[in-house]
T-cell receptor
Framework: DVKVTQSSRYLVKRTGEKVFLECVQD?????MFWYRQDPGLGLRLIYFSYDVKMKEKGDIPEGYSVSREKKERFSLILESASTNQTSMYLC????????????FGPGTRLTVT | RKEVEQDPGPFNVPEGATVAFNCTYS??????FFWYRQDCRKEPKLLMSVYSSGNEDGRFTAQLNRASQYISLLIRDSKLSDSATYLCVVNPGYALNFGKGTSLLVTP
């Protein structure tokens, strides 16, 4: 079974803190993704990576950065957390090619106070 | 501009009913299409892929109309356990584009 794990299920941080969200997948997938999900707005892509050290901006990259130093790990960084970054963050991975499923992690519910 | 549009619902139906969800997409270069299911406070999971010829998986039938850029999902004989949000998903390239989802509540 494919497994995508995220470092925390719930996280509470203060405004201005630097926040790291970690994602690990165990299926040797090339593509990894970070989304945030908010009521009424659906899933929005923040960043994705199609290979080690490669990254591409998604639809809402502002206020975020990412790191992919190893194939299995994709980190999302909030350089200076703000209250409008309170959200559910979902990581996902998928093989490079084909009509294939994208697997999601369980999500991290981040609250910034 | 929203690339994948869905009726948000909610759709409230009795057990045993047939319900249909529709979805339109704007990128004509999209190559693959999916329906995902998301239960409350859970991550999205693949329900089924959608093929040009249409495909069926038990009580679920998915259809694709490339000319109209339209995707549908039909659920027959609804069960209480079908209550969830159904996400229409389109793949124009590396990253999947998700609709906002259609909420379904099946009642006894």
């Amino acid at each position: 079974d494919v497994k995508v794990t995220q470092s925390s299920r719930y996280l509470v941080k203060r405004t201005g803190e630097k926040v790291f969200l970690e994602c690990v997948q165990d299926m040797d997938h090339e593509n990894m993704f970070w989304y945030r999900q908010d009521p009424g707005l659906g899933l929005r892509l923040i960043y994705f990576s199609y290979d080690v050290k490669m990254k591409e901006k998604g639809d809402i990259p502002e206020g975020y950065s990412v790191s992919r130093e190893k194939k299995e790990r994709f980190s999302l960084i909030l350089e200076s957390a703000s209250t409008n970054q309170t959200s559910m963050y979902l990581c996902a991975s998928r093989p490079r090619q084909g009509l294939v499923e994208q697997y999601f992690g369980p999500g991290t519910r981040l609250t910034v106070t | 501009r929203k690339e994948v549009e869905q009726d948000p619902g909610p759709f409230n139906v009795p057990e045993g009913a047939t319900v249909a969800f529709n979805c339109t997409y704007s990128n004509s270069a999209s190559q693959s299409f999916f329906w995902y299911r998301q239960d409350c406070r859970k991550e999205p999971k693949l329900l089924m892929s959608v093929y040009s010829s249409g495909n069926e998986d038990g009580r679920f039938t998915a259809q694709l109309n490339r000319a109209s850029q339209y995707i549908s999902l039909l659920i027959r004989d609804s069960k209480l356990s079908d209550s969830a949000t159904y996400l229409c998903v389109v793949n124009p390239g590396y990253a999947l584009n998700f609709g906002k989802g259609t909420s379904l509540l099946v009642t006894p």
